[in-house]
């Protein structure tokens, strides 16, 4: 069974960095044609893709965001890192890790998701 | 890149048969067979409903369909029951990366 869940800080200051890890189970990001992937959701709002890290660590962030994000691996404890910097008030929102699988280019799992709210 | 276009709204009674539509460009939609829908109820996370358009993961049911036409993919879902009540998402791959679309809250009558 796979699984994954988010975990971090709930409440970040502004300007402060988030760091938030995803910890997975049922399946290796060492194996060719996985990949995890960050993607939030601003209460009430949509679903925005955030950053990709693949099995051989490619790495692909979203082009309004990049120069704020950075996404890691440690393979050996199935966890995926995403660091944001200079945290806003919009970046408010329910952050999910998701497994993207190259095989059918979906996100095929995810996890629950964990509430970021910056605030002073 | 700007979001995928979907209706902020569809209805239907039980029984009845929607579509949802999801209107991006030739330089996502169009150009690719890679839509991919996702059901989210209130409070829950995302779930794989479509992928590559038209295919459906195991144990989604079959009375979700897909299909796509020049920047249009649409979601068909018949047979509506009360549990389909929720938030629909598009996702296509727009080139460097996934755009999702503004989403659709789907309710039964």
């Known amino acids: 069974q796979v699984t994954l869940r988010e975990s971090g800080p709930a409440l970040v200051k502004p300007t402060q960095t988030l760091t938030l890890t995803c910890t997975f189970s049922?399946?290796?990001?060492?194996?060719?044609?996985?990949?995890v992937s960050w993607i939030r959701q601003p209460p009430g709002k949509a679903l925005e893709w955030l950053a990709r890290?693949?099995?051989?660590?490619?790495?692909y962030y979203s082009t309004s965001l990049k120069t704020r994000l950075t996404i890691s691996k440690d393979t050996s404890k199935n966890q995926v890192v995403l660091t944001m910097t200079n945290m806003d008030p919009v970046d408010t929102a329910t952050y999910y890790c998701?497994?993207?699988?190259?095989?059918?280019?979906?996100?095929?799992?995810w996890g629950q998701g964990t509430m970021v709210t910056v605030s002073s | 890149q700007s979001a995928l276009t979907q209706p902020a709204s569809v209805s239907g009674s039980p029984g009845q048969s929607i579509t949802i539509s999801c209107t991006g460009t030739?330089?996502?939609?169009?150009?690719?067979?890679?839509v991919s829908w996702y059901q989210q109820h209130p409070g829950k996370a995302p779930k794989l409903m479509i992928y590559?358009?038209?295919k459906r993961p195991s144990g989604v049911s079959n009375r979700f369909s897909g299909s796509k036409s020049g920047n249009t993919a649409s979601l068909t879902i018949s047979g509506l029951q009360a549990e389909d009540e929720a938030d629909y998402y598009c996702?296509?791959?727009?080139?460097?990366?996934?755009?999702f679309g503004g989403g659709t809250k789907l309710t039964v009558l």
């Open positions: 998701a497994r993207f699988t190259v095989t059918i280019d979906a996100f095929d799992i």
């Open positions: 049922g399946f290796s990001l060492s194996t060719s044609g996985m990949c």
């Open positions: 890290i693949d099995w051989d660590d490619d790495k």
């Open positions: 030739s330089s996502d939609v169009g150009s690719y067979n890679l």
């Open positions: 590559e358009g038209s």
């Open positions: 996702c296509s791959y727009a080139g460097s990366s996934p755009l």
